[in-house]
């Protein structure tokens, strides 16, 4: 899921900002997996585009729903001219068996 969505974040980079690249930052912190997409672009208004029929808000409230539904959250902090950076942690559950043989 994380691949997933890092891929429409910087699919959404490339159709929106304005720029030719952006930074993405992958890291475990206690049961977490944290993920940054950070780009330099246009920025936007992030409650504003939520309510647009045809906003930039509606792919990302759509991450956000994903996010929410595998136990995570999302942020999102932008504003026009200011770029825009999407925070993405996503809890992390270890595989094994706690049960004594």
């Known amino acids: 899921m994380a ?4 891929r429409e974040l910087l699919r959404n ?3 929106h900002a304005r720029v030719n690249r952006a930074r993405v930052v992958v890291r475990g912190v206690e049961n977490s997996l944290l993920v940054d997409v950070i780009d330099e672009g246009v920025g936007f208004e992030w ?3 939520l309510f647009e029929a ?4 509606f792919g990302l409230w759509s ?6 539904a595998a136990g995570g959250a999302m942020t999102v902090d932008t504003a026009p001219g200011k770029g ?6 996503f809890p992390l559950e270890s595989n094994r068996d706690s049960r004594v043989a």
């Open 13 to 15: 980079v490339v159709k």
């Open 63 to 68: 991450i956000d729903d994903r996010v929410r």
């Open 47 to 49: 409650q504003y585009e």
């Open 54 to 57: 045809h906003g930039r808000g």
């Open 84 to 89: 825009c950076r999407v925070r993405i942690s």
């Open 3 to 6: 691949f997933k969505i890092i």
